[in-house]
């Protein structure tokens, strides 16, 4: 069976000819009530970034396919482009006549260079099946997509710093606002969105808001890719409504007895078996789609460690928050490991990541702290008066 | 390096300018296309770039040493690439590595005196269902054990002419 349930039983294109018998804030209108939330991280409703680029004016306007998939334990945009690229970019091309742009750029992280031969195949045939080009099925539609190839950096998963690697640049974030709706891609009004996001609106677009809505929460419409790996029998790819709890999605994959389980990948937060009834919804737990399974047996200063080491490495260096700051918890860790840090420390630590939370200037340096702040809420008893393990 | 050699990379960057369309959005994949045919960037390299852009020199050497994938170091014909991130690293990247260093007779970061090998760490690269992972240049190894190593390295070498010149004709404009 696939991983992917519901993306393969629609209707090829299906929603593509429904967008083109709408008008464009109709497309919009649909996608607004249908409630769907990004599915990069954020969760930023879809409908109103489009309606922003849409009602932006300007000569030139873009669509950005970000698959940069760089967040540890996220894998489920590769799954999502090695079988159905098709409603990917179905979904970019709704997007495109939705705002009114002409370009698409799928920003694909280099770390994936092997899936551009079968996606550039893709996109050759969507031009001549006319999905694609100008006059896309025989209406005044034109639309086109190419693929830029990230460069080995995680922070160009930022909307802002993958539009300044796009212009040519180091991937540094900017300041926002001015927001990528507005001043985007070469100062041009573009829609930044996940992979998952453009599938999801291409489903939408084609079953209509009220089916999307009846799946899922209130606030948390619809159902979620998952990528699911650490300490289970049966890690992959996962389709599952939002709203389930940890505890139900920890039975799907035969991940029952687990420690604890990291929700957002190592930007997000460490959630011990005492909460695996709560739900990951953008209500409750948010999630990009990375869920790490830690058994009985993992330390969870190992995780840490392994966590920081990642931010060190991918911080780009902009800001004092968190260029130092994870530097400042890694060293942190090594000192919890040693069994050498005061309870007055740790809480100057604990005080640093929450400086780092509101000071930093993108969301890598705002979220980096989360999983250290969680474990230390969490597990202090594990961590606290360690004997080193050399002793 | 001779002169013709120069001249020759000149060219080269010179349609990959045309190729790409002169602008500054030019510069990552003109940078990219040149890394993966010479294995490096030189100071020759980034001057002509940067003529062709109309930026400083370091501009260019500015964006080449921020991205993992394009810093302007030589490396081998073969970057072996192994993730060190959670999920890898709870599945056993640890012995991989060692084996990794004991056949080639290297540590992570260098490159064998052949030229032909070089070893890096990565960042979660998407495969953490299937770990630990590991790219040998743009190909893909997964549940990769330390005794799957000596033949992964064996499939390099025996294929290391052949990958070479066909490299040079498939990517180059
Ligand atoms: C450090 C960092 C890394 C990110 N990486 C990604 C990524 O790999 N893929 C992604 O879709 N969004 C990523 N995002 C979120 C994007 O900035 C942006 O919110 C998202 O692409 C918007 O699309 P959506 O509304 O469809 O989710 C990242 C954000 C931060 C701060
Ligand atoms: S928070 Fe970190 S990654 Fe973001 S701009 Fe500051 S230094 Fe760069
Ligand atoms: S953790 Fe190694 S591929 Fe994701």
Known sequence: ?????????????????????????????????????GRGGAGFPTGMKWNFAAAARAEEKFIICNADEGEPGTFKDRVILQEHADLVFEGMTIAGKAVGATQGILFLRGEYTYLRPHLEAVLAKRREQKFLGKQILGSDLEFDIRIFMGAGAYICGEETALIEALEGFRGEPRNRPPFPVNTGFLGRPSVVNNVETLASAACILQKGADWWKAMGTEKSSGFKIFSISGDCQKPGVYEFPMGITVAQLLKEVAGEGAKAVQVGGASGQCIPASQFERTIAFEDIPTGGSIIVFGQQRDMLDVLHNFLDFFVDESCGQCTPCRRGNVKLLEGVELLKEGQCSMAY??????????????SKCGLGQSSPSAFLSVVHNFRAEIMGRTPSHV | MLMTDRERLAGEIQALAEKHGKGRTALIPMV???????????????????????????????????????????HGKYIIRLCRTISCDMQGKEGVMRQLENDLGITFGKTTVDGKFSLEWANCMGMCDQGPAMLVNEKLYTRVTPEKIHEILEECRRSFGVHATEQKEVHLV
């Open chain 1, 1 to 37: 069976m696939s991983p992917l349930p519901t993306f393969s039983t629609m209707a090829p294109e299906a929603g593509l000819k429904k967008a083109l018998s709408l008008s464009r804030p109709d497309i919009i209108e649909e996608v607004k009530n249908s409630g769907l939330k």
């Open chain 1, 346 to 359: 740790l809480k100057e630590l604990c005080a640093l990541g929450e400086t780092m939370q509101i000071a």
């Open chain 2, 32 to 74: 990219q296309e040149i890394k993966r045919k010479y294995q490096k960037i030189d100071s020759f390299a980034m001057q002509v770039i940067a003529d062709q852009l109309g930026i400083h020199p370091v501009e260019v050497y500015s964006v080449v040493s921020f991205y993992a994938f394009l810093g302007s170091e030589a």
